[in-house]
């Protein structure tokens, strides 16, 4: 991302990155996409509750989501060496749960974990507080 870029934010992203934490939330993802800045403020951090309630493989397929970001069925049998059956009661179970998303189709289906792009983010006094991301253009230096 370009310094000038980054810098026509100053501390808001500090701002954002400090409430999200302070929520019990995952930081946001910053990204610039087409000379723009995608803020992915993600739904949640998967509580201990909701652990409980699913089996080993289930565990471990989140942990592997969180630091690999997708999973198709086939490395899902692989991973955890089990049969197609299997999988497919794994995976519906975390999608029944909305743990997970299912993209694309056909042979190219794979899974990530379920996020969303905006929330509002509860301020003190209870009400929300929404984050708008301002249109910026970008001036950049010929070097």
């Known amino acids: 991302m370009s ?3 980054t810098e026509l934010w100053g501390t808001g992203t500090n701002r954002m990155i400090k409430d999200c934490l302070n929520h019990g939330l995952p930081e946001p993802l910053f990204e610039e996409i087409t000379k723009s800045l995608v803020v992915t403020f993600r739904k949640y951090k998967i509580s201990e509750d909701i652990l409980e ?3 080993e493989r289930q565990k471990k397929a989140i942990e592997y989501l969180e630091e690999h970001r ?3 069925n086939k490395e899902y049998c692989k991973l955890f060496e089990v049969v197609k059956d299997t999988t497919n ?5 975390l999608l029944n749960k909305n743990l997970i998303e299912k993209k694309g189709s056909g042979p190219k289906v794979y899974y990530i974990l379920t ?3 905006y929330r509002p983010i509860p ?3 209870g009400k929300p507080r ?3 991301i301002p249109s910026t253009k970008v001036i950049q230096d010929d070097v």
Do not use: M
């Not at 009661?89 to 179970?93: G, I, K, T």
């Open 70 to 72: 997708k999973i198709t």
């Open 130 to 132: 929404k984050y708008k």
């Open 89 to 93: 009661r794994d995976l519906n179970d």
């Open 53 to 55: 309630k699913l089996n």
């Open 3 to 5: 310094k000038e870029f």
């Open 115 to 117: 996020t969303v792009r």
């Open 123 to 125: 301020s003190e006094g």
